[in-house]
Structure formats: C-alpha cells, structure tokens
C-alpha cells in the first residue's frame, strides 16, 4: 500500500524566514514523488516533482529513499508563498500506463509579514 | 499546460435528489480520470478512476452505487451523485494526465464542484 505522511497541518514562519514542509512515504518500489500547492481560490497545480530535480518559485525537494522523504525547502519564504501544500506519491509510470495517485493530507503554510 | 474543466463550480439540491457533475479535459484526450472528494481542511481522498469505455474503479469504501462515473468520451466523465444526503456535500475535484509523450504525470485539475445538500 502506498501512503503519504504531512505530519504539520499548520506552518507559520516570518518573511524571510527558511521554510521545510515535512513528507514522509511508504512504498514498496521506486515511487514518484510530487508537490502541489493551491493559493487561495485557485485550482491546484503542480509545484514540483522529484524526477526534474528543479527549483521552482525558489522551493526544491530532494528525495531521500534512505529516509523515505521528500521534504519540500526554500531558504527565504515570502508572503505571496502562502498557500496549501501537499506531498503526492505515484508508483512509476511504465508500459500499464500511469498509477494512482496519493495525496497528503496537507499542509498549510501561512508567512508572516 | 493541459486543463481541465467542471462543471457546475457549485450546486444546491435537495436531499434525495440526484446530482450529476462533469468533467472535462479540453486539451487532450484522457482515457483516465480520477475523482477526488476533499473535506474541509482535509486531504484529497481519492473517490475513483475513470475509465473510458469500460467501468470505473472504485477506491475502498466508496459506494458504487451512490456515486456513479461514466466516462463515456475521451474528453468527458461525469460523476452521479444518487439519492443526496447532506453527508454528501462536499468538494468533488477530477483530474486528468495526458497521455505520453505529452504527459510526463502530472496531474491536471479542475476547479471542483461545491456540492451542499439540504
């Protein structure tokens, strides 16, 4: 079974401030890891995934297999990074198509002026 | 990016009555879509999987028969909410990937649909 662990619901940090939004896994395999975000009143969207290994709006995630993880990073926060968080797993794609995927439960981010 | 629309953003109805919500990628063609139901400061539970052309794969726990899929097209699944009860009402999001070698798995969604029953 495949699970996805955010164990904050709650993030407040000052502008500024460094951020890490926690994501623990389990998965017996090689998964594929995402974050999504979704600002207020709007859709949710991808942030970023584990295989493009880039930075996107200044966040980055590394995937840690030893430690299951997939923590989600970004040295100054900024007011406008205020949102809903959330850590997603896939198992790989391949020839059967994609797999299912499974969400967090979420963590809000909330950056203090 | 690729989109995908629902439809109604939002609806009332009255309890026992049906409510049907779709969903449409307007961009690609999807022969699978997922349907999610978020409760309030909750995570995305995923509901189902949309299957064009054949029958939708219910997640544990889900009612088929209270809740209806029907992916009849490339472009649209329709979820069916059977004999409403306020314990339905919720936030019902669809998602689409499109296929490779566009899509590289990320996941697309809608909107969502509001749903309040009385």
């Known amino acids: 079974a495949q699970r996805v662990t955010q164990p904050e619901k709650l993030l407040s940090v000052f502008k500024g401030a460094p951020v890490e939004l926690k994501c623990n896994y389990s998965?017996?395999?090689?998964?594929?890891l995402f974050w999504y975000v979704q600002y207020s009143r709007q859709r949710l969207q991808l942030l970023l995934r584990?295989?493009s290994r880039e930075s996107i709006k200044g966040f980055t995630a590394d995937l840690n297999k030893g430690e299951t993880s997939f923590h989600l990073k970004k040295p100054f926060a900024q007011e406008e990074d205020s949102a809903m968080y959330y850590c997603?797993?896939?198992?790989?794609?391949?020839?059967?198509?994609?797999?299912?995927?499974?969400f967090g439960t979420g963590t809000k981010l909330q950056v203090i002026p | 990016g690729a989109v995908v629309s629902q439809h109604p953003s939002w609806v009332i109805c009255k309890s026992g009555t049906s409510v049907k919500i779709e969903c449409r990628s307007l961009?690609?063609?999807?022969?699978?879509m997922f349907w999610y139901r978020q409760f309030p400061k909750q995570s995305l539970m995923l509901m189902a999987t949309?299957?064009?052309?054949?029958?939708?794969?219910?997640e544990q726990g889900v009612e088929k028969d209270k809740f209806l899929i029907n992916h009849a097209s490339l472009t649209l699944s329709t979820l069916t909410v059977t004999s409403a009860h306020p314990e339905d009402s919720s936030f019902y999001i669809c998602?689409?990937?499109?296929?490779?070698?566009?899509?590289?798995?990320?996941?697309?969604f809608g909107e969502g649909s509001r749903l309040t029953v009385l």
């Open positions: 998602s689409a990937r499109p296929p490779a070698p566009r899509g590289t798995g990320e996941l697309f």
């Open positions: 998965y017996s395999g090689s998964p594929e």
């Open positions: 584990h295989i």
């Open positions: 997603a797993l896939s198992g790989p794609s391949g020839a059967g198509g994609y797999q299912k995927v499974t």
């Open positions: 961009d690609f063609q999807a022969t699978t």
């Open positions: 949309s299957n064009e052309g054949s029958k939708a794969t219910y």
